[in-house]
């Protein structure tokens, strides 16, 4: 049963995000809204508990979990496949650790396989994903196509411009801080 290390990781790792992101998003969507206003109305109204009220008062719950779709997107199965390549190398590199690094102490060995397994973890998991996070960061900033009515119809909206405008290589923008972050994170 070689696979089941890797797949309780992977599972581990994407219940992970969507616990996180159920923490994160609001705290994202609160610091967003302080950060856009301007000084008056964040010295009278900018406590994070008026922000609360006020997006709850307008939006309901549910605007403080704005964007939480959008957040799984590329949190889910980054972690998935982070922490599923992460246990999957750790296992066979623990495999050959005694006849592979006989000279180094066992503490080396194991600083040496958990760094490798991490950055073999940050490259799959970005290259795989990166993709989807160029996808919801463009429509984070720029926002979603006006002609489009649907989020999957504007996922879609954005990768053709960006594939049209960059091609492939335009998804892989920024993959290398993604990787360094990933990778020590």
């Known amino acids: 049963l070689p696979f089941i290390t890797?797949?309780?990781?992977?599972?581990?790792g994407g219940l992970a995000a969507v616990s996180s992101q159920m923490i994160v998003v609001p705290m994202d969507v609160i610091s967003q809204k302080q950060m856009v206003m301007n000084d008056s109305t964040y010295k009278h109204r900018g406590s994070a508990l008026h922000v609360v009220k006020s997006v709850?008062?307008?939006?309901?719950?549910?605007?403080?979990?704005?964007?939480f779709g959008l957040s799984l997107f590329t949190s889910l199965p980054a972690g998935s496949i982070w922490w599923a390549t992460y246990a999957g190398c750790k296992d066979q590199m623990n495999a050959v650790q005694n006849t592979a690094f006989d000279?180094?102490?066992?503490?080396?060995?194991?600083?040496?396989?958990?760094?490798?397994?991490?950055?073999?973890?940050?490259?799959?998991?970005?290259?795989?994903?990166?993709?989807?996070?160029?996808?919801?960061?463009?429509?984070?900033v720029k926002g979603g196509a006006s002609k489009v009515s649907s989020k999957s119809a504007m996922v879609v909206s954005v990768f053709k411009e960006l594939t049209a405008s960059s091609g492939l290589s335009g998804m892989y923008q920024g993959l290398l801080p993604r990787v360094t972050h990933m990778g020590v994170w």
């Open 6 to 12: 890797p797949f309780s990781g992977g599972v581990a």
């Open 103 to 140: 000279s180094i102490p066992a503490l080396g060995q194991q600083g040496i396989i958990q760094v490798s397994s991490a950055f073999s973890a940050a490259l799959a998991a970005s290259i795989l994903t990166q993709p989807l996070d160029t996808i919801k960061t463009r429509l984070q």
């Open 56 to 67: 709850v008062a307008n939006d309901g719950w549910s605007g403080i979990y704005r964007g």
